[in-house]
C-alpha cells in the first residue's frame, strides 16, 4: 500500500455566533490523538485575528481544496461552516458531519451523497463513535 502521507482534515465548526470551545477541542483532541493534521488549525482558538473577510474566505476554500476529509460540527446553523461542507461535496472529498441527536439539521444537509452523518447523545457517545469512523477511513 502506498503511502500518502499524513491525512488532513479540515475541521469546520461554528466560530462568529455559535463557537463551542468544548466540542472543538474535543474534536481537535480525537483527530491529533488518530494521526490527522489539522488543516484548520485556527478553529481551535476561535478567533480571526488581523485578516480581511476576504482573506478568511480564501484561505479557508483553500483549505478544504488541500485536505483530504471534512469534519463538522452542525448541531447549530453557521453560514460559514455550510459553505465549507458545500466546497468539501464540490471538491470530491469525504466528509463527517457531526450533530447532537437532538439537533434540527437541514435535509440539504442530511442528502448530501456520500456523506457520513455522526448523531451523538453526549461527548462519550461522540468519540466513541468518531474514533471508529476516522480509523476505518485510516484503512481505505
Wanted: charged share 25%; proline share 4%.
Amino acid at each position: 500500500m502506498e503511502d500518502k502521507g499524513t491525512p488532513k482534515v479540515y475541521l469546520a465548526v461554528p466560530i462568529v455566533n455559535y463557537y463551542d470551545s468544548e466540542i472543538t477541542s474535543l474534536l481537535g483532541k480525537i483527530l491529533t490523538d488518530l494521526g490527522f493534521e489539522i488543516s484548520s488549525p485556527w478553529v481551535l482558538s476561535g478567533k480571526d485575528v488581523g485578516k480581511t473577510p476576504e482573506e478568511i474566505f480564501f484561505r479557508d476554500i483553500n483549505a478544504v481544496k488541500d485536505s483530504d476529509i471534512l469534519l463538522a460540527e452542525i448541531s447549530k446553523p453557521s453560514h460559514g461552516v455550510g459553505m465549507e461542507v458545500m466546497q468539501a461535496y464540490v471538491s470530491k472529498k469525504r466528509i463527517i458531519l457531526v450533530a447532537r441527536e437532538d439537533s434540527n439539521i437541514s435535509f440539504l444537509v442530511r442528502g448530501i451523497p456520500g456523506a457520513i452523518l455522526v448523531e451523538y447523545s453526549d461527548y462519550v457517545d461522540l468519540e466513541g463513535k468518531l474514533r471508529k469512523i476516522l480509523k476505518e477511513m485510516t484503512l481505505l
